[in-house]
């Protein structure tokens, strides 16, 4: 029997994307949806249909976590392991879960029923310990939400029949400023874009010094004239605007917050700089931890295209054309790097592209692309509104406007906290009631970590720049057991592309294992300080390149955390494998030399004799 005999459910999936093979990851992702996993079938209908090689498509398949090979049961339990979700008692929760449904960790249980895992952070920080549940976002467990969800499971109740308040995800704003304090109509900022015109908004940008939101901090409106003023290739002229809505940053939320309340204000934005670089066609790249405001977001999707909020032509006005797409991701922290997106967006594996040449030039497809963070596109929506002028005003010279801070950990009132930027991260700590803080880790895993002498440093592109995450931690916590929980993540996240990361954050993860289980050294200290410069010169992409940071920062700022580890300053190897054998001297009676490795061997024999 042919693979063409049981895959029709995959026909109106390439129906509705038009075979168009940059949608493979969409068809990859829908179509697990049938069995619970990719079937081997359907990548041979896939492959055949598309056209592509089969080892593309499983390449693909192979590359997302969220993607899966092989059955891994009905219910496929997730939860989320950042170092916040730590801090609230995921660990027992699982292992909780774990022995009400008699399975192992990491396996699917003998009857295929259900399996049980960790993932990277799912950006529920703010209401953790969360975990997903086939894709579906759950929040506040206890351990009595973890009993009952033992109960539904055992009980095969479909997702649909669980309790709703399971599922409730708040916004948590605690702090509105400018952007979350205002009433923002849909439309009014395209409508203000185009009685400007398109150079005049770009006059407006550049008097604004907006400056990208996602982290990097790269000057608005020099990207978008880029893009405005690239030739299109290959014959076909088209221009792009992505929004980049994959916020795997551990510790950030902050997007997931406006793409609920604020997604007309995103959609304006994409809107209008679809008009002022000249491009035809927004895509929203939409992480796959987010999958359930993917409903919402095309229903207002379609209610803009009723009001002429997109389509052809948009607000009226002759000549715009404009619409959007939503693109789901599956779990890939490296495709929050704009070129990893790209190729995720095309239907490639997530792995970061060369540069040059950047996405202003060639970027979606080969063609002229502006990729902005959420918050960007809402501020520029700001800016067409009210001015650069206005916008200019707040904050400071160098970092203008407001940002948005992603506030968990030992604080009293985690959620999202707007701020004009040069506020001080004392005051930040006081507004949101972190009282005995020994650290931040501003920026998420890959930023930078505040020791209590900094607190009096400024959130701004010129002090402590930030993506938007801030993880606080009191003075009970370990710091070594932080940085050890992002050296993980970093080794399970790596894209494995390049040597460099592929190996050295697995490294990275041993010394600090082999410190943890109280073998560690000076020399496994010293190993981590070389790692860290090779991966920091060598790395492909900024994953490598920033993956020693927590680290490199707890290492230099709260040293004794991994002093009083040390067992001593000599090297001491992590397995000892004379005494591994212990147990098997024991049951055979033996304790020659022969049953000893080494200089326990010598010892052996020379009491022997």
């Avoid at 997903?132 to 479909?158: F, H, S, W, Y």
């Avoid at 995800?169 to 605690?174: G, S, Y």
């Amino acid at each position: 029997m042919g693979a063409s005999s049981h895959c029709d459910y995959l026909d109106p999936i390439l129906n509705r994307y038009r075979h168009r093979p940059d949608c493979l990851l969409q068809m990859l992702r829908e179509g697990q949806e049938q069995f619970g996993y990719v079937h081997p079938d359907a990548i041979d209908y896939l492959s055949e249909k598309l056209k592509l090689p089969r080892a593309r498509v499983e390449g693909v398949a192979s590359f997302y976590s969220f993607l899966h090979l092989q059955p891994c049961g009905k219910y496929r339990v997730l939860f989320s392991d950042n170092i916040t979700d730590r801090m609230l008692g995921n660990q027992t929760l699982l292992e909780r879960m774990c022995r009400n449904l008699w399975v192992e960790r990491g396996k699917v249980s003998e009857d295929g029923l259900v399996s049980i895992d960790y993932t990277s952070c799912t950006g529920m920080c703010d209401q953790g310990p969360a975990v997903l549940v086939n894709g579906q976002a759950l929040t506040g467990m206890t351990t009595e939400r973890i009993d009952r969800i033992c109960e539904l499971i055992r009980a095969k109740a479909p997702l649909s029949e669980w309790p709703s308040a399971y599922f409730a995800v708040a916004d948590n704003i605690r702090r509105r400023d400018v952007l979350l304090s205002g009433d923002w109509p849909a439309g009014e900022a395209i409508r203000a874009a185009i009685a400007r015109g398109a150079v005049a908004m770009l006059a407006e940008l550049k008097l604004s010094n907006l400056r990208g939101r996602g982290g990097a901090g790269f000057t608005t409106h020099i990207k978008w004239e880029s893009a405005r003023e690239a030739p299109c290739h290959a014959g076909k002229p088209a221009r792009y605007i992505v929004c980049n809505a994959d916020e795997g940053e551990p510790g950030t939320f902050k997007d997931r917050v406006l793409l609920n309340s604020y997604a007309d204000l995103l959609f304006d934005g994409m809107t209008l700089a679809g008009f002022t670089v000249g491009a035809a066609k927004g895509l929203v790249y939409l992480r796959g931890e987010y999958h359930y405001l993917l409903p919402a977001l095309l229903a207002n999707l379609e209610q803009r295209r009723r009001n002429g909020l997109l389509g052809s032509p948009v607000c009226s006005q002759p000549g715009f054309d404009f619409d959007i797409e939503i693109h789901l991701g599956a779990g890939a922290y490296v495709c929050g790097e704009e070129s990893a997106l790209l190729e995720s967006l095309e239907g490639k594996r997530g792995v970061p592209r060369n540069r040059p040449p950047y996405p202003v030039t060639e970027g979606y497809l080969g063609q002229p692309t502006v990729v902005n963070n959420v918050e960007t596109l809402c501020k520029a929506a700001l800016i067409a509104l009210r001015g650069g002028a206005w916008f200019s005003g707040l904050g400071t010279k160098q970092s203008t406007g407001t940002k948005l801070l992603s506030i968990s950990g030992d604080v009293e009132n985690p959620g999202i906290y707007e701020y004009p930027f040069g506020i001080s991260v004392d005051q930040v700590l006081n507004d949101c009631g972190a009282g005995n803080a020994q650290a931040i880790q501003v920026s998420g895993a890959s930023g930078v970590c505040l020791a209590m002498h900094e607190f009096s440093r400024r959130i701004a592109f010129e002090d402590v720049p930030t993506a938007g995450a801030f993880m606080v931690f009191g003075a009970h916590r370990d710091m070594f057991e932080v940085a050890r929980n992002f050296a993980h993540f970093f080794a399970h996240e790596s894209c494995g592309f390049c040597t460099p990361c592929r190996v050295g954050t697995t490294l990275v993860v041993n010394c600090m294992d082999k410190i943890a289980n109280g073998h560690g050294t000076q020399f496994e200290i010293n190993e981590i300080f070389k790692i860290h410069r090779l991966l920091h010169v060598a790395s492909h992409c900024g994953l490598g390149q920033t993956a020693c940071n927590p680290i490199f920062d707890t290492l230099q700022k709260f040293r004794p955390a991994y002093e009083r580890r040390l067992r001593s300053l000599d090297f001491e190897p992590a397995f000892d494998l004379d005494q591994a054998l212990a147990a098997a001297r024991q049951m055979t009676g033996r304790d020659d030399p022969g049953a000893h490795f080494g200089l326990a061997a010598q010892e052996a024999l020379g009491e022997k004799a």
